[in-house]
């Protein structure tokens, strides 16, 4: 990661050479002053992104903590409807209750 070269007080305090034909002291203090707003804004905007990091991290250590919840099966599923049950069921939970399906309904066929 790159690190930030200058902070607000640095370019506050730059100097520059003066020449005959150099730039408007003024237009260059008022364009400094305009860069000074802007690092003052990335710096606090930096921190409120590290602070809510560290906050999301430490959610995800207290949910990883929490045990897993018991999936209920399709048909209690389909009975009650509940529509958070389906939502919360994972692709493999799914797969196990299309095998368990297959095997009631073409395992009966195989055996008659």
Known sequence: MAS???TPKDIFEQEFKSSM?????KEVDEFLDDIIKDYETYISTIEE????NARLKEEMKQVKKRPEPVQ????????VGS???ATTATNF???????RLE??????????
Do not use: C, N, W
């Not at 992104?49 to 809510?52: K, S």
């Not at 939970?93 to 095998?99: A, N, T």
């Open 21 to 25: 034909r150099g730039y408007d002291k």
């Open 72 to 79: 209920p099966s399709a048909v209690s599923a389909s009975a």
């Open 103 to 112: 095997k009631e309904v073409f395992g009966k066929q195989i055996t008659e």
């Open 4 to 6: 930030i070269m200058y």
């Open 93 to 99: 939970d799914i797969l196990k209750r299309i095998s």
């Open 83 to 85: 529509s958070h049950a």
């Open 49 to 52: 992104l590290r602070q809510e």
